[in-house]
C-alpha cells in the first residue's frame, strides 16, 4: 500500500487512533517522535500528564509490530519526503 507519517495534537487520542488505524489499513507507519503532542488531562482523571503520554506512545509505537507491515519512529531531522 504506502508509507504514513503521523504528527499532530493530542497524543493520547488522535495520535494513537491514526496509528493503529493505518497500520489494520496496510500502511507502513511511522510517528515523528518530536512532532506531536498533547494537553494535560490529569484534571479529568488520567493518570500521566503530557510529556509521559508522549514518551509512553513514542515508546510503545518503536516496538509495535504487524505481518508484512513496517512501524518507526523517527525525530523530525531524520524523515525523508523524497520517494526511497
Known sequence: MGRLLVTGAQTDACIRATL??????????TLVEDAHTTEDLRRFGMPIGPEDAIACTNTYWRYT?????????TPAAEVELAPA
Open 20 to 29: 493503529h488505524g493505518a497500520l489494520v489499513r496496510g500502511y507502513d507507519t
Open 65 to 73: 509490530e504487524a505481518p508484512g507491515r513496517a512501524t518507526a519512529v
